[in-house]
């Protein structure tokens, strides 16, 4: 996935053997332990069969199977295209990957005419190329709001990933990460001991205290509240202050009695959204299992935008229908606390110039646009837009999980990210707040490597500068 893409879409020699090939191609990519290298086509096409036996693919991929368009509207949306004007960089062309295969294999037309006509079958190099090309995507779905025909290609291309993945073609990072979540004894994508965990909430309890004159409890294990509070798992270390920017409010605001952190889960990373719907599962069901554990009402996700969007739009699929605990993001909680009243915010203290970056998993439905705008807005003076923002905004450019895949940084940061960075330095802001710890930590390395002079921060932070305590 380097800058050079007449390379990156080079077809490995036709001598070697396909365990050879897919190591030309994706030796940053695939999970070399359990990866098939025999036979690949029919692997993938059963793997395929099987996914649509037992999901509801099937429906939707019949209706975008009979849309045979490809107007590449969808090219003037995506800032990866923008940026490297390659053709096999337009979204429809990534998503006809996927479905000329269905259509040749599994639709009655296209089994006939593969008889009668002699159409090529499944190939390993055009799975390779999947395997390529799903992994340039963010899977941002930007491009979704641009089709005529309303095809979603960040759908099609999470069902690619997912197919591929069961033949243990997948980053590493990823798998790594949901080994150490699922099965090891940490129980978190970072693999932090527990104990490591409780002296930072310790130690950053005591922060609160000497810096505000606060008493600040990160409760852990208490039993009947209304929220089970899910992070993402970096902030206990990597973004204390955001983390101490939620605890403080949660305490002004009178909630410090309404939530806990669970001791046996407390990730609320779902990488499976990126790559694998039964991961995806799994991770669900440990956090309604925590949630069930401590009889709370409600799950509460930290500043994560995929984490948000996972357990809101699949915790009723995957965690028990109608009976699955409610879900509500941090800005959503904060933002209804602060119209209550509950708690004030010093307009004097945050003097910059700031700018807000919308998490696409947040925003692009429209979910969360317009509160925590109205929320900055009341104690920072200078605020500024970037253009386009709300559902239309720019990708960090570490969308669908690649901001977890280190081997790929110069492609993140220099393709994926570059209208990013061009985005934020026309902004002029001292600090941008990015409400995502995968966004924090993508622009963070686009804003170093493009040596742009601007501060990454949570909305929690700023707002823990500005807190008024009565």
Sequence with gaps: MGADK??????????LSVAERIQERLSYTI????????DL???FLEVFAAVLKHSNYRQVLDNYARVTSRCANCAASCQI????????????????LLLDIYRRHFTTKGILSGHLLGREPLTTDKILE?????????????????????????????????????????????????????EGETHNTSAIPLPAILDSLEFLAEEIKEDKGIDVEFPVDKEDRQY?????????????????GIALMLRVAGQQDNWTIGSKYNDGINYGLFYSDWILERCLLEIKKEAERLRTKQILIGECGHASRTAKAFMATYGGGPDAPGMVNILELTYRLWKE??????????????TYHDPCNLARS??????????????????VEMTPSGAHNLCCGGGGGTVSVDEIRPYRTGITGKKKAEQLAATGAKYVIAPCANCKKQLREVIEDHQVNIEVVGLHDLMYKAMIID
């Design 6 to 15: 007449a390379e990156d879409v080079r077809e490995a020699p036709a001598d």
């Design 31 to 38: 999970e070399k332990d359990r990866v098939v290298t025999d």
């Design 41 to 43: 086509p029919k692997r």
């Design 81 to 96: 295209y923008q940026a490297t004007e390659a053709p096999e960089d337009v979204p429809c062309y990534r998503s006809h």
């Design 130 to 182: 999947m395997a390529e090309s799903f992994y340039h995507c963010t899977a941002c779905r930007r491009c979704t709001l641009e089709c005529p025909l309303g095809l979603d290609h960040g759908l099609v291309t999470h069902l690619g990933r997912y197919l591929l993945s069961e033949l243990g073609l997948v980053p590493r990072a990823l798998v790594v990460s949901t080994r150490a979540q699922l």
């Design 228 to 244: 089970i509070f899910y992070a993402p798992v970096s902030d206990y270390l990597m973004e204390a202050d955001t983390l101490m």
């Design 341 to 354: 009243g509950r708690f004030t915010l010093d307009p004097g203290i945050i003097t910059d110039r700031v």
């Design 366 to 383: 429209g979910w969360i646009v317009k509160q925590p705008r109205e929320l900055i807005r009341s104690f920072c003076k200078d605020y």
